[in-house]
């Protein structure tokens, strides 16, 4: 399985402002995924991210509030923007694996305040 | 679209007992169905997995059952451990993407 690593691993950020968040994978995935985790609960899938193309948005999603960049085929971006206290969240990213496997980073805890 | 229910949402056993945690899906052209681990304060961790052409599935202590005609899938976990305490989610494929069930904290006592 792929080794994915995430950075920041938390942050506490003030509301209205935004948090930019790193994904890098030690080889090289054609899709990659962004999750959030809310306190206690289960994973909901942001956006799927494929190398040279648009994030495709989940229902409840949109690329103003959440723009994601996948530059190559080891690394993506997660921005959230103008943040409120309702997104302190665990956002996650994860990889495919061979035929629909998906590996998870260590996720980033997001405090809003 | 594709809706995963998981019961129970949290479990409690003696060291050395079994555990089982159960999960329906609703779409029938689900063919994939992972289960994950997530211990506090990290990321997921796939444990294992199984194909909608198999029925079962084991890697030591724990197993997994899939009925495709009840559309519902099982972990079975025997002689737990207290290192098996987390939170166990269920999910299923659904066209590119995992729809994840709600979770499951098991706590194992010593």
């Known amino acids: 399985s792929a080794v994915i690593s995430q950075k920041p691993s938390r942050d506490i950020c003030q509301r209205g402002t935004s948090l930019t968040i790193q994904c890098q994978v030690d080889?090289?995935?054609?899709?990659m995924f962004w999750y959030r985790q809310q306190p206690g609960q289960s994973l909901t899938l942001i956006a799927t991210?494929?190398?040279?193309?648009?994030?495709?948005?989940e229902s409840g999603f949109v690329i103003d509030k959440f723009p994601i960049s996948r530059p190559n085929l080891t690394f993506s971006t997660l921005t959230v923007s103008n943040m409120s206290p309702e997104d302190s969240s665990i956002y996650l990213c994860?990889?495919?694996?061979?035929?629909?496997?998906?590996?998870f980073g260590p996720g980033t805890r997001l405090t809003v305040t | 679209g594709e809706n995963v229910e998981q019961h129970p949402s949290t479990l409690s056993v003696q060291e050395g007992d079994s555990a089982v945690i159960k999960c329906t899906y609703s779409?029938?052209?689900?063919?994939?169905f992972p289960w994950y681990k997530q211990e506090l304060g990290k990321g997921p961790q796939l444990i294992i997995d199984?194909?909608?052409?198999?029925g079962e599935k084991k890697d030591q202590r724990i197993a997994v059952t899939l009925n495709k005609t009840a559309k519902h899938f099982s972990l079975h976990i025997t002689e737990t451990q207290p290192e098996d305490s987390a939170v166990y989610f269920c999910?299923?494929?659904?066209?590119?993407?995992?729809?994840f069930g709600t979770g499951t904290r098991l706590q194992v006592f010593p």
């Open positions: 994860s990889v495919d694996g061979q035929a629909d496997e998906q590996y």
């Open positions: 080889s090289q995935v054609t899709m």
């Open positions: 991210a494929n190398q040279g193309s648009e994030a495709t948005y």
């Open positions: 779409d029938s052209a689900s063919n994939y």
């Open positions: 199984i194909r909608s052409n198999v």
């Open positions: 999910a299923a494929s659904y066209t590119d993407k995992l729809i």
